[in-house]
């Protein structure tokens, strides 16, 4: 009986580890001219010691959005817009205050350009870890 006790004690302790404390909001979804890739802009939570961060993933169209990181673009706080110049480039409009944890300049053959929401180009790498 002891022995049973002791295996369900750690069969249960293991699995608090294992749940998942963030969730992802979906907030807009874009779609390419040739429909075949989307962009996701998200907000994900991960509980109350962390800040929500708004996000961007580009995924194929038929994909869903994992509760996972964005795999395009991470920034703390901000506003994020996005255009569709053709189906391999996108275009993102961001917060020029925004903190930035991570910025691919490509994903799934898509060319991102990011650019301040008033016009201006931004050529400054992300300053931050990649742990938002």
């Known amino acids: 009986m002891c022995r049973l006790s002791i295996i369900i004690i750690i069969l249960t302790a293991g699995s608090c580890g294992l749940k998942d404390v963030c969730s992802n909001e979906v907030i807009e979804e874009t779609y390419s001219p040739n429909k ?36 395009t673009f991470i920034v703390n706080d901000g506003q994020i817009e996005i255009e569709w110049r053709s189906s391999t480039e996108l275009t993102v409009y961001i917060d020029i205050l925004a903190n930035t944890f991570e910025r691919q300049d490509q994903v799934e053959g898509v060319r991102i350009t990011y650019k301040s929401i008033s016009g201006r180009p931004l050529n400054a790498q992300p300053v931050h870890p990649k742990n938002p």
């Open 36 to 71: 075949a890739l989307k962009a996701v802009i998200f907000s994900r939570d991960c509980g109350a010691t962390t800040s929500a961060s708004t996000q961007l993933s580009i995924l194929k169209a038929d994909k869903s959005l994992e509760n996972e990181n964005g795999n």
